[in-house]
């Protein structure tokens, strides 16, 4: 199988630009593509991946893959996969926060200043915004595992208080 002789670009045109490891990988990927459809025999494919990881420029990847149907690899203008919210013009829309999550969250955290007479509503408040926030998609599952924790904690600690006071009581009317 030919290919075009690999020589370095030169001209105005040229891509001169210095290759980067991720335009080699990419043009690695495209060799693998075309060894795979059978376009290219072992020895040819190792003789390109060696060229391709030995290029210096866009243009000398370009020569490497040219032939191919996935080939030359174009560079593209952003890069692969999602943008980080941070770089957009526009940031993504953040999912609405369920109310019964902060309200969990709130009751959970009144539980000291209310004697842990808030403990119990957190508890629910808190299941109820979970199985909300699984059904749709809403954000605020840290805020109701908060009122949750808290509230558990609250209702644990009552629960202990009574039963330490349960026992004294009945120690006391037996002596």
Known sequence: MSYP???PWS??????MLASHADRERAVDVLRAGYGE???DHAEFEKRVARAYGARTVGELALVVADLPQGPVPRPLTPAG???????AHPLPRPRTNGKA???????ILCLATGGLTGLPAVVLGHMAQSEIRRSGEGGDGFAVTGLVLG??????WAL???LFGLVALLAGTG
């Open 5 to 7: 002789v690999w020589q």
């Open 11 to 16: 001209g105005e045109n040229a891509p001169s």
């Open 161 to 163: 208080m009574l039963i």
């Open 152 to 157: 558990w904690i609250s209702v644990g600690g």
């Open 102 to 108: 902060v309200a969990s969250m709130v009751c959970g």
């Open 38 to 40: 059978g376009r290219l």
């Open 82 to 88: 999602p943008v980080p919210g941070t770089f957009l």
